[in-house]
């Protein structure tokens, strides 16, 4: 509570400062996400082994931010392609921390606590760095996740690069796959390249996630 | 025995079972899938050749439960229908009837509960002759459970409609054709001027008669406003202005962007007696006016110019908007230059 506490008071004081008079609350809650080309909000979460990590501690890397629930079709399709397990197997091969976050609150449809969220890993092959659990919505809020998949690119300086859908083709249908741009493989080597995101900011789709009300 | 019976009764059972087979075959058989059911409808009993024919995707969604509107909002996913029709025929696309807002923990969608017909007209060629038209379609569609699971869903529908000199309304769907046509947004003439400023979306709406500030407005498509904010009416001396922060996904303004603005009346629930508008916009900087009430919280410089994103006007010719847009990128670049040397 006390970091969600922080990052709204934050998220007011610049949007007090950017807006000047006549702000409100609605865009308040507007601007109190994660921006591309500005600083990546702090992440503490407890991984699905129990272990404490921070955004932080990666500091130096690339990172990826992927948002996760099992139950989701949407992430389902990209589950059950395979699409997501090499994107994360590709990408860590390269160096780079992926980091699957599961917003979900507790009594939600597809909320997990770390037992299962390591069955869904094994069960899935997925291969990311860690399965953060978020269940209080803290990090989902804090980045502004709005849908699963929900992604987002942060370059080892600490400043988000991408932000947005998996890919271009927003629908549930896996067939549609092998015809869309996946936009966090480009993002990742574009920037390995040195040369700008070219597609940094992406309208996400997906099935809401499921915070707590 | 077949035999026993005498032949005018045989003739009589044929076109009793006839009529009713025409009558089966004028709409899709319901089609249950998760949570939703679904079937193509025609509101005639026949297709006239040189008129109009408007079909239906009736959705019945079981309590709770819902599906979404052209722009489903922060999540989910419009619904699609891809009609099969034979060549000649031509239909329009979804004559969407205004959704509902549904907030839960702070994201927004624009959805459909209980019983709705989407409509989909089509037109029939004056020289169209063959005696039925066969009309085949498949929609598609993600069924959600509020605040809960969802579910994509996909169907195909089929039937043969009559072809006749003259139809008559169907009444098992005359209801839900006119409760839909009722949502429909009427469309406004004037459209609203629309330009970027900082965070915000900056809308005027130059009739003064207008209450803009009690209705509840829908984004056509993502990624322009925030759905979870709501646009800020105030009074100027032209009519109304609004600024209604932009989208977090918000990377261009797109030239046909509209809204759809609905009178809830007093209630506040949707009714009968309510209106729904749908208004296009054209992008450019309006001289902010003078507000009536409070003042502006002006001196932020427009961030973004996008010459070429000039709404839908109908009736305009393409060069009067490629003169205009050209126009108020000069006024904008001079506005800008002039700001900044202050």
Redesign the interface.
């Known amino acids: 509570m006390t970091l969600r506490r922080i990052a709204v008071a934050s998220a007011l004081a610049a949007a007090l400062a950017?807006?000047?008079?006549?702000?409100?609350m609605?865009?308040i809650?507007?601007?109190a996400?994660a921006?591309v080309g500005e600083p990546a909000p702090p992440i503490e979460l407890v991984d699905s082994t129990g272990k404490t990590r921070t955004l932080s501690e990666f500091a130096g890397k690339t990172v990826v931010l992927e948002w996760n629930n099992p139950?989701?079709?949407?992430v389902k399709k990209h589950y059950g392609a395979g699409n997501l397990q090499a994107q994360q197997r590709d990408a860590t091969a390269d160096g780079v921390v992926w980091l699957t976050i599961n917003s979900g609150a507790p009594g939600?449809?597809g909320h997990m606590d770390g037992d299962e969220a390591e069955a869904f890993r094994a069960e899935m092959k997925a291969a990311p760095t860690a399965y953060l659990l978020d269940p209080q919505?803290i990090a989902g809020r804090a980045y502004?996740a709005?849908?699963t998949p929900h992604m987002f690119v942060i370059d080892p300086q600490g400043t988000v690069r991408y932000?947005?859908a998996i890919d271009s083709r927003?629908?549930?249908?896996p067939d549609d796959i092998p015809e869309a741009t996946q936009y966090v493989p480009q993002a990742l080597s574009e920037l390995a390249a040195g040369k700008p995101v070219s597609v940094n900011?992406?309208?996400?789709?997906?099935?809401?996630?499921?915070?707590?009300? | 025995m077949l035999r026993s019976f005498s032949a005018p009764l045989l003739l009589l059972l044929c076109a009793a079972l006839l009529a009713a087979a025409g009558i089966a075959r004028a709409s899709s058989a319901p089609v249950r899938t998760d949570h939703l059911q679904s079937r193509l409808v025609a509101e005639t009993t026949a297709a006239v050749p040189g008129h109009a024919l408007t079909l239906g995707l009736l959705l019945e969604h079981d309590p709770h439960w819902h599906t979404y509107w052209r722009h489903s909002g922060d999540s989910g996913l419009p619904t699609t229908l891809a009609l099969d029709l034979p060549d000649g025929i031509d239909a329009a696309a979804i004559a969407w009837p205004y959704p509902h807002r549904l907030e839960i923990a702070g994201l927004v969608n624009y959805a459909y509960d209980g019983r709705v017909l989407l409509p989909v007209t089509l037109a029939i060629p004056a020289d169209y002759a063959t005696p039925t038209l066969p009309i085949r379609a498949t929609a598609t569609w993600l069924v959600c459970e509020t605040g809960g699971e969802c579910i994509p869903g996909k169907a195909t529908y089929a039937f043969e409609l009559p072809v006749a000199p003259a139809a008559d309304t169907d009444d098992r769907w005359h209801a839900d054709f006119a409760a839909a046509r009722a949502a429909l947004p009427r469309r406004v003439d004037t459209p609203l001027a629309v330009r970027m400023d900082g965070d915000a979306l900056v809308v005027v709406l130059s009739d003064a008669a207008a209450t803009p500030a009690r209705w509840e407005w829908f984004p056509e498509m993502p990624g322009v406003v925030a759905n979870a904010a709501g646009p800020q009416w105030r009074r100027t001396s032209q009519g109304w202005e609004a600024r209604w922060p932009k989208s977090d996904y918000f990377t261009a303004l797109p030239a046909d962007l509209a809204f759809v603005a609905v009178d809830a009346g007093d209630g506040g629930e949707p009714a009968a007696a309510m209106s729904a508008w749908r208004f296009g916009t054209i992008a450019g900087a309006v001289e902010p006016a003078p507000a009536a009430g409070e003042g502006t919280g002006g001196g932020v410089v427009p961030d973004a110019v996008a010459p070429g994103t000039v709404a839908p006007f109908r009736g305009w010719p393409a060069a009067v908007f490629t003169l205009l847009t050209l126009v108020v990128a000069v006024v904008l670049v001079v506005s800008t230059r002039r700001k900044n040397r202050h």
């Open positions: 950017a807006c000047g008079p006549g702000v409100d609605n865009a809650a507007a601007t996400v921006k139950g989701c079709p949407f939600k449809q919505g502004g709005m849908t932000a947005g927003p629908s549930a249908d900011l992406t309208q996400p789709y997906g099935c809401d996630v499921k915070y707590a009300d």
